[in-house]
């Protein structure tokens, strides 16, 4: 029997405040999983901290919520540990962009087959309202009640910097977009990342202001145009949604290392090559 988006939720209920975009985010990874057919056993979940870092705790998989600002480098260790497990993790925009921001570049170069999904909230909602490496300028909360002195980082512009080889956007009030978007992401054999965009209605409700400058990426548009895609990011008047760029030619982290270990003689040093074959 095919696998249902029942078989993936967990007994424990998700605890986010009413209207969090994180439900839509938990819903279109149920039905991603449930669309690929994926055996719960075969799937891990990584969290960081932060609301998000409660969505593996209602998924029925193996989970590991991690340390503050390390979903990547601990996600990066499950799937070497186990290299057939599909392992995605999630975290929001403090957790990957603040403390956890070193963490990207080197999850990028390594091409690791993992997806990574940042629901991000524009906040730091669990400490209640401070701003993020996300949080527009005209915001004014409690950490900045005059607007913020700093400008915000654009998460797709780092992934395309980074050469990031799967990335995309969607948004918590467009859920089946959002969930093609995971199936995709999870397909991708190499790094994918998803930048989930997930409303905080209590302390930065985006709601209205994504209703209005959401757009989806034209059907003819070609994701191996890394050119076009920096266009869309830098387009002042809309927040593109879809897949920006994919590139299906790179190998995967432990590919490179099963070629590495191909090139060893045979008479070289067993231990050395069997600790390898642990990655490959």
Excluded at 55 to 75: C, D, K, Q
Excluded at 114 to 136: E, H, W
Excluded at 160 to 184: C, E, M, N, P
Aim: with cysteine; aromatic share 12%.
């Amino acid at each position: 029997m095919p696998h249902t988006t029942a078989d993936y939720k967990a007994s424990v209920k998700p605890t986010w405040c009413p209207g969090c975009g994180d439900f839509a985010v938990l819903n279109a990874l149920y039905q991603a999983l449930a669309t690929l057919d994926l055996n719960p056993k075969d799937v891990a979940i990584v969290s960081g901290i932060g609301c998000s870092g409660r969505l593996p705790i209602f998924v029925n998989s193996y989970g590991f919520h991690g340390v503050h600002g390390r979903v990547l480098p601990t996600a990066m260790g499950v799937k070497i540990g186990n290299p057939k497990l599909t392992v995605i993790a999630v975290g929001g925009d403090g957790d990957g962009l603040a403390i956890g921001g070193g963490h990207f570049p080197h999850a990028a170069r390594r091409n690791i087959d993992i997806t990574y999904i940042m629901l991000d909230n524009n906040i730091y909602g669990l400490t209640k309202g401070q701003a993020s490496p996300t949080t527009l300028q005209t915001f004014q909360g409690k950490s900045s009640p005059y607007g913020v002195a700093e400008e915000n980082l654009n998460p797709v512009a780092l992934a395309l910097a980074y050469d990031v080889s799967f990335i995309a956007r969607g948004y918590s009030g467009q859920l089946k977009h959002l969930t093609d978007l995971i199936v995709d992401g999870i397909n991708h054999k190499g790094f994918s990342f998803v930048h989930a965009l997930s409303p905080c209605v209590v302390f930065n409700d985006t709601y209205k202001y994504y209703g209005k400058k959401v757009t989806p990426i034209a059907p003819y548009e070609n994701p191996s145009n890394k050119m076009r895609a920096l266009e869309m990011w830098q387009d002042k008047n809309n927040i593109f949604l879809g897949t920006f760029y994919k590139d299906e030619t790179r190998q995967p982290f432990n590919e490179r290392i099963r070629d590495i270990i191909g090139q060893f003689p045979r008479d070289d040093d067993k231990y050395f090559i069997d600790m390898l074959n642990r990655y490959a």
